[in-house]
């Protein structure tokens, strides 16, 4: 079942890429083909890859059935899609109940696909959305909606639209601007580039006291950024790097949460961001350098908190390295591969910069990659592993368009409610009060809506809900959309539903809740950073508007490092000795202060943060016990 698998990715891959193919002098244009079939065919070869890699995992006679159920339910509702689809271009089609039939068994199929791959979390956001969209006009409140005609609300906008639902807007959004970069990912991984990178990070940070955790961060960081999965990047590089991490010193929890956090937050760190960071240029109707330059100093500060926790922590165990520690030395053939990485970013960097589409970029540097791949023996030995990638790439998509489908019926049953309407007017009165209530609610609401979901699902799903809410608060597009992306990744390392801590754990046999708490604490600046650029804008360097002025730059620069030297501090409970919980407690209230965007709370929180380090530093270094487990 697995290879059935790999051959329908490996489908969804060609198929994909044909259809974003942009002009080359050398290439034929052969896409973008026409929707009518392109959606539906694309929709259900995923799927059968998706349940092919289920049965492949779970072969039970209950596995069996509800799966053929699922595969001839999508083969004859994709082709009865595809028909109306034809005739709805000609002419105006009534949807009736055997429309509603087809499409209420589609969803169900939909649910429970996305069910085997992502859990029960996502499986009840689907139900539950179904069943609002159905029952609407009976729900108390601001929930209450208009009486709707059933028979046909479902059909028109969870299955046979080309706007909403499963086969909507999000589905083409993944299938032209994301499937490129998740294929380049793949490939970039199955040519050897990422365990260069990490084993190069290890052999130049292995030195320094957390030499590891350093190096688990940079690597992360690096791979993360073109993977846009913080789960698969903590999966390929946790192996690696979590059990060395551990024999430096450092607890298991602690281990896992180095790595979960630092895979996170690749997907904020520029030049590429993870495909989420492209859609969301798309629909901001930004250039992707302007993103890119609004994301660099949040993505930077939040890189060095993990260092500094690294660093604290490190000081308060008294960690050294161990006399049998495997000392990493790379080859000539690792450095090397860093052109793997590194050729393939630039071009994609430069075209961006250059006006070609994402789409465009992604599949330039894909096609540059394959005859540099050839620099590594292993590929010119196996050119099958370029196949291989492709597939596995194919199988990557399949699996997010499985989650992409329940984010689908989602927004199509919020925009037929109206329910985010609403909700933004209830924060703008909360915000009439105090703007900073409303961005704490609308935060809560963007991990929650974001729990148990890839980074673009979640991105697309809480933008719907919360994105005209933010806009009227008042804050610039880009910087709302910014401050939704950003709580839309710390989601996978929020407990309860942590997916990416919860990965970590697994390989750091720690304890999954302790880890997503270890992975909130070591990570903690990336809930502060969106608080501190919508009231510092100027950390965004001026998110389109234009550059700020260098003072104002440097100002807001000095504010977010000291509030994140002293956040860090806090959580870790230590500086330069054991703090006490009034001192840790302390450093952390200063930190917020410091990132309120009240002139005159700042500089008075500065002042006081000024004597405290001064004070701090006038004391000894003393660490404590390795065996310490306070938190």
Wanted: with cysteine; charged share 10%; proline share 5%.
């Amino acid at each position: 079942m697995r290879m059935i698998s790999m051959m329908f990715g490996l489908s969804v891959a060609i198929l994909g890429l044909a259809n974003v193919m942009p002009t080359f002098d050398v290439l034929p244009r052969i896409g973008p083909f026409e929707l009518s079939w392109f959606r539906p065919l694309l929709y259900w070869l995923c799927m059968l890859s998706v349940l092919a890699m289920a049965l492949s995992q779970h072969v039970t006679r209950y596995h069996i059935v509800a799966s053929a159920v699922a595969l001839t339910i999508l083969t004859i509702a994709s082709w009865d899609n595809y028909q109306i689809g034809l005739l709805l271009e000609d002419s105006v089609f009534f949807f009736g109940e055997r429309e509603f039939w087809i499409s209420s068994l589609v969803v169900a199929s939909a649910i429970y696909i996305a069910y085997t791959q992502w859990g029960l979390p996502i499986a009840i956001l689907g139900a539950l959305s179904v069943l609002y969209l159905l029952t609407g006009e009976y729900w108390p409140g601001f929930l209450a909606t208009g009486a709707s005609d059933v028979v046909e609300i479902i059909p028109s906008n969870l299955w046979y639209s080309i706007d909403q639902g499963i086969l909507g807007s999000i589905l083409g959004i993944v299938s032209t601007t994301v499937l490129p970069f998740i294929i380049l990912g793949a490939v970039l991984e199955g040519v050897g580039a990422g365990g260069s990178m990490i084993r190069i990070a290890f052999f130049l940070l292995q030195g320094f006291r957390g030499g590891p955790a350093y190096a688990a961060v940079a690597s992360s960081a690096l791979f993360g950024t073109v993977s846009g999965s913080a789960v698969a990047n903590v999966v390929g590089t946790g192996v690696i790097t979590i059990p060395m991490i551990k024999k430096r010193g450092f607890s298991s929890e602690f281990s896992g949460a180095v790595e979960a956090s630092a895979s996170t937050g690749g997907q904020i760190l520029p030049p590429i961001m993870g495909a989420a960071a492209l859609v969301m240029a798309d629909i901001v109707g930004v250039s992707y350098a302007t993103v890119m330059l609004a994301a660099i100093v949040p993505a930077l500060a939040y890189y060095s908190s993990l260092f500094l926790a690294i660093t604290f922590e490190a000081q308060r165990l008294g960690v050294q390295q161990a006399e049998d520690e495997i000392v990493i030395i790379p080859t000539r053939q690792d450095w090397y591969n860093l052109l793997l990485v590194f050729g393939p970013v630039f071009v994609i960097v430069y075209l961006l910069i250059s006006g070609m589409s994402p789409a465009g970029a992604s599949i330039s540097a894909i096609l540059l990659l394959f005859p540099m791949s050839f620099l590594n023996p292993d590929v010119r030995q196996r050119p099958s592993v370029l196949v291989r990638s492709l597939a596995r790439g194919g199988t990557t998509v399949a699996k997010l368009i499985s989650v992409t489908a329940i984010v689908g019926i989602v927004v199509a049953t919020l925009a037929a409610t109206g329910l985010p309407s609403k909700l933004a007017v209830m924060l703008t009165d909360a915000a009439n009060t105090s703007m900073f209530v409303a961005l704490i609610i609308s935060a809560i609401g963007c991990i929650i809506l974001g729990m148990g979901m890839p980074t673009l699902p979640a991105y697309i799903a809480i933008i719907s809900v919360m994105g005209t809410t933010l806009q009227g608060l008042g804050l610039d597009l880009i910087i709302a959309h910014l401050f939704v992306f950003t709580f839309g990744v710390a989601s996978v390392i929020t407990p309860p539903v942590a997916i990416a801590s919860y990965a970590a754990a697994s390989i750091a046999e720690g304890r999954p809740i302790g880890t997503a708490v270890q992975s909130s604490r070591v990570g903690a600046m990336i809930f502060l950073i969106p608080f501190a650029f919508v009231y510092n804008p100027a950390l965004t360097l001026g998110a389109g508007a234009g550059l700020p002025a260098l003072d104002t730059f440097l100002i807001a620069v000095l504010y977010l490092g000291v509030s994140m030297y002293l956040v860090t501090s806090g959580l870790i409970g230590f500086d330069r000795r054991r703090l006490s919980v009034v001192a840790r407690l302390g450093s952390v209230v200063l930190g917020i202060a410091l990132i309120s965007g009240e002139s005159f709370i700042q500089l008075s929180a500065l002042a006081l943060a000024a004597v405290v380090i001064f004070a701090r530093y006038r004391q000894p270094h003393l660490a404590i016990s390795k065996d310490s487990t306070d938190v």
